[in-house]
């Protein structure tokens, strides 16, 4: 891609704010250095991360803090003769340490489900290294005394010199009653050595080594003799400190050495994970989407604002900034843009060429869901005032000179935006020529987007087969632009309209009026209704998309609420279902009080369910959602005004109606309702199934899924899932519960292990589920 196609669509400005929104200095240096991708299957991963990014920054699953950049360390790690200083060592820690926790926070998680969390979890780790990092550096920067053995050693002895001097010199002024000569009541340090801040009055009064005297001269420093001994001894202690401490360091230079492919690897990682929050920041600040881009596409850019414009209004951008549809058909290939002077068309030409180079290089554009562009591996722009006094070149001539240079390089694969092509000569030609390059660039397959006031290239735009024609409109009452952009038209330039609007003087205006007139050219008032019609239409369009927005949003809250009442009611019918088995196996009721208490509940769950549906129990609707004589007793199916899964029991063909099983309740249903269902019984439904034994079908047993649940809710489900079994008279069960960690499955076994009604238990063979499945005998 050209740099001067990205200057020219200001691409540099998008990259500089989307830098300030990285963390780190590292990431904000990258986020400048992001150029267009070469080729699709690079641009792909980059935009799934994205995705991911914009999901988990979302959900605030890790958060980025400053991190230095280590980058200049790499060279030493390659040195054989070169260490690491205290500082490199710490800069180095706090770099592992953030890559540590962005380890814990996203590289958790089923392998294949996530391509980021992937990416996190196999990356290379200098294990070593960060491990010793973080045993030997402390919060404040400085070595553990638990580095190394002599480090400890020593560093006790420094401490146990501190005590000694300090007691030493609160007996020598309290035996001297020295007090009164000290400036201040403690021990200090200079050189390097402890020393008493005597009044310089007084510097006579005790014997010892003058070391050096205060600003204001009104303190000495002095190393009394009796502590001269002892502060020898210290300054050994600190030699043997350092060479200590040196040990380390270069312990831990080894180690960062021997894994320097694993350190470098892992700051990138940090780095670039930045960066994608960064990305995944500015897709808020946009209220921007992921456009899908690949070669087949054609362009769709749907509600696209310009990012600077959304950028500059601040946080209410995206809603203040008017939005364009920038659309093509599949057999399109050009858009021409007309209308008044200020009206939007560069602005458009703008947008469409941004939001391109944005996506093309991993960005998120300002437009709605569903937008979508070609893969373009070119992108050449002509846009304003391009003449040059150096080069003694004038705008025409500097347009044809650049088009000369670029032309063997353009393709079916290339974008071009011509803003005014073919002004600053004679009006005729400069027409007839825009119209002879927009016919090269679709004979080579070419997108394109032109802004003309030309009336030439208007005409073309409407009757040339690959082109599409739109026009910016403007408010008829006030001439003032809309920045709305309108399709399948074309629109005036309204030059004197503008021009009155700016102060030109009306004399001047009347006369220009006069020779229009005279001229004979003046369409104004054919552009002027079309606009009005077109206004129109797009204020109607606005109007009906907001009463379609209004009216899902109401239905989608009847859902909601039906939804919820079905919701209730199952669980309410499911709480007196389990209470009714649980009376039974206490032997509070007989089994026939049993299963007519549970009949009833049946008979009201059927009817409260049509009265909240608005339906007829036992109607049947004039086209069935399934066939109802191919369902067989245990097949699963969806009901589809509850959306929940069921096994069929029974069928009714007279009635059109079949006797389903929905967690643990029965009930009859329409066939109309239901729908074919796919795979195993939802989790925590029971479901009739064929239980194979000993390789052949024999008899019904009862099967519930649990896999997901949590402990708790799973107990209770299983519960009732016997409960209901005993009442029915199954004697075998078979309970899903799945692999995993194994702790679902432990729970279950504990409860069937201290339940009354369990006569005994096992897991299922591996041709059935293996440790995935738990079969049961009851009593």
């Keep these: 891609m050209e740099s001067r196609t990205l200057s020219l669509l200001e691409f540099p400005k998008v990259l500089e704010r989307l830098a300030a929104l990285a963390v780190s200095e590292p990431a904000a240096a990258a986020c400048r250095a992001i150029t267009p991708f070469a080729d699709e299957a690079a641009l792909a991963p980059a935009q799934r991360k994205l995705a991911e990014a914009v999901e988990l920054r979302r959900d605030a699953a890790f958060e980025f803090t400053p991190f230095p950049d280590i980058e200049p360390l790499f060279d030493v790690l390659e040195s054989e003769r070169r260490g690491l200083d205290l500082d490199a060592l710490v800069a180095l820690g706090h770099v592992l340490s953030r890559v540590a926790a962005l380890r814990q926070a996203l590289g958790q998680g089923a392998p294949g489900q996530s391509l980021l969390r992937d990416t996190v979890a196999a990356a290379p780790w200098p294990k070593k290294t960060q491990a010793a990092l973080a045993r030997c550096l402390s919060a404040d920067g400085r070595l553990r005394d638990e580095s190394s053995p002599e480090l400890f050693s020593v560093r006790q002895e420094i401490r146990s010199i501190h005590q000694?001097?300090?007691?030493?010199?609160?007996?020598?002024?309290?035996?001297?009653?020295?007090?009164?000569?000290?400036?201040?009541?403690?021990?200090?340090?200079?050189?390097?050595?402890?020393?008493?801040?005597?009044?310089?009055?007084?510097?006579?009064?005790?014997?010892?080594?003058?070391?050096?005297?205060?600003?204001?001269?009104?303190?000495?420093?002095?190393?009394?003799?009796?502590?001269?001994?002892?502060?020898?001894?210290?300054?050994?202690?600190?030699?043997?400190?350092?060479?200590?401490?040196?040990?380390?360091?270069?312990?831990?230079?080894?180690?960062?050495?021997?894994?320097?492919?694993?350190?470098?690897?892992?700051?990138?990682?940090?780095?670039?994970?930045?960066?994608?929050?960064?990305?995944?920041?500015?897709?808020?600040?946009?209220?921007?989407?992921?456009?899908?881009?690949?070669?087949?596409?054609?362009?769709?850019?749907?509600?696209?604002?310009?990012?600077?414009?959304?950028?500059?209004?601040?946080?209410?951008?995206?809603?203040?900034?008017?939005?364009?549809?920038?659309?093509?058909?599949?057999?399109?290939?050009?858009?021409?843009?007309?209308?008044?002077?200020?009206?939007?068309?560069?602005?458009?030409?703008?947008?469409?060429?941004?939001?391109?180079?944005?996506?093309?290089?991993?960005?998120?554009?300002?437009?709605?869901?569903?937008?979508?562009?070609?893969?373009?591996?070119?992108?050449?722009?002509?846009?304003?005032?391009?003449?040059?006094?150096?080069?003694?070149?004038?705008?025409?001539?500097?347009?044809?000179?650049?088009?000369?240079?670029?032309?063997?390089?353009?393709?079916?694969?290339?974008?071009?935006?011509?803003?005014?092509?073919?002004?600053?000569?004679?009006?005729?030609?400069?027409?007839?020529?825009?119209?002879?390059?927009?016919?090269?660039?679709?004979?080579?397959?070419?997108?394109?987007?032109?802004?003309?006031?030309?009336?030439?290239?208007?005409?073309?735009?409407?009757?040339?087969?690959?082109?599409?024609?739109?026009?910016?409109?403007?408010?008829?009452?006030?001439?003032?632009?809309?920045?709305?952009?309108?399709?399948?038209?074309?629109?005036?330039?309204?030059?004197?309209?503008?021009?009155?609007?700016?102060?030109?003087?009306?004399?001047?205006?009347?006369?220009?009026?006069?020779?229009?007139?005279?001229?004979?050219?003046?369409?104004?008032?054919?552009?002027?209704?079309?606009?009005?019609?077109?206004?129109?239409?797009?204020?109607?369009?606005?109007?009906?998309?907001?009463?379609?927005?209004?009216?899902?949003?109401?239905?989608?809250?009847?859902?909601?609420g039906l939804r919820k009442a079905q919701?209730?009611?199952?669980?309410?019918?499911?709480?007196?279902?389990?209470?009714?088995?649980?009376?039974?196996?206490?032997?509070?009721?007989?089994?026939?009080?049993?299963?007519?208490?549970?009949?009833?509940?049946?008979?009201r769950l059927i009817e409260e369910s049509a009265a909240i549906t608005g339906e007829t129990p036992g109607t049947t609707a004039p086209e069935a959602g399934v066939d109802l004589a191919s369902l067989a007793p245990g097949q699963t199916v969806r009901i589809l005004s509850w959306d929940k899964t069921a096994v069929v029991r029974e069928k009714d063909l007279k009635r059109q109606a079949a006797k389903v099983d929905i967690g643990g309740v029965s009930l009859w249903v329409p066939a109309s309702d239901m729908a074919p269902a796919q795979g195993q019984p939802a989790k925590g439904s029971v479901a009739v199934t064929p239980a194979a034994r000993g390789g052949a079908a024999s008899g019904l047993g009862l099967v519930l899924d649990i896999r997901g649940m949590r402990a708790d809710v799973a107990e209770s489900e299983l519960a009732a899932f016997i409960d209901t079994a005993l009442l029915r008279g199954h004697g075998e069960l078979e309970i899903i519960h799945g692999k995993g960690t194994g702790a679902l499955r432990r729970e279950v076994h504990r409860l069937l292990k201290d339940h009354p009604q369990v006569a005994s238990f096992a897991l299922a063979p591996e041709d059935r589920g293996g440790d995935g499945m738990t079969m049961v005998t009851l009593k």
């Design 164 to 560: 000694t001097i300090t007691n030493r010199v609160k007996e020598f002024v309290g035996e001297k009653d020295m007090g009164p000569f000290l400036q201040d009541d403690y021990v200090t340090i200079s050189s390097d050595r402890y020393v008493l801040p005597l009044k310089a009055n007084f510097k006579g009064r005790i014997p010892g080594i003058i070391h050096d005297y205060s600003q204001t001269g009104e303190t000495v420093y002095v190393e009394p003799f009796f502590l001269v001994e002892v502060n020898n001894r210290l300054q050994e202690l600190k030699n043997e400190e350092r060479e200590a401490e040196a040990r380390v360091m270069a312990f831990l230079t080894g180690l960062a050495k021997d894994e320097r492919r694993e350190v470098a690897a892992a700051y990138r990682l940090l780095v670039e994970c930045d960066v994608l929050w960064a990305k995944a920041a500015l897709a808020e600040r946009l209220g921007g989407t992921i456009p899908e881009v690949a070669a087949q596409n054609a362009v769709h850019l749907l509600a696209a604002r310009h990012p600077l414009l959304v950028l500059a209004a601040g946080d209410d951008g995206p809603k203040t900034v008017t939005p364009q549809d920038l659309v093509l058909a599949e057999d399109q290939r050009a858009l021409i843009v007309t209308g008044a002077n200020a009206g939007g068309k560069t602005v458009c030409l703008k947008t469409l060429g941004l939001l391109s180079v944005m996506a093309l290089s991993g960005l998120p554009v300002p437009a709605g869901e569903g937008s979508r562009l070609p893969f373009f591996h070119k992108v050449f722009v002509f846009l304003g005032d391009e003449q040059s006094l150096e080069d003694h070149l004038s705008t025409f001539t500097a347009q044809i000179r650049h088009l000369s240079r670029v032309w063997p390089d353009i393709d079916a694969r290339t974008l071009v935006l011509l803003d005014e092509f073919g002004a600053g000569t004679d009006p005729s030609q400069g027409a007839a020529l825009a119209q002879a390059v927009v016919d090269g660039l679709l004979d080579r397959g070419a997108y394109l987007a032109a802004a003309t006031h030309f009336p030439a290239l208007k005409a073309y735009g409407l009757s040339r087969p690959g082109v599409r024609a739109a026009c910016m409109l403007f408010d008829p009452a006030t001439k003032k632009p809309v920045y709305r952009l309108a399709y399948d038209q074309v629109g005036a330039s309204i030059a004197l309209d503008v021009a009155r609007e700016h102060g030109l003087p009306e004399d001047i205006l009347e006369r220009a009026s006069r020779y229009l007139l005279l001229d004979g050219g003046d369409a104004g008032l054919v552009f002027d209704r079309l606009n009005d019609l077109a206004l129109r239409r797009e204020r109607e369009l606005d109007e009906l998309a907001a009463t379609r927005k209004a009216e899902a949003q109401r239905v989608q809250k009847l859902k909601d």
């Design 567 to 603: 919701d209730s009611l199952v669980e309410e019918i499911r709480n007196l279902s389990r209470d009714i088995a649980r009376r039974h196996e206490a032997g509070r009721l007989e089994r026939k009080e049993a299963q007519k208490a549970l009949a009833e509940a049946r008979k």
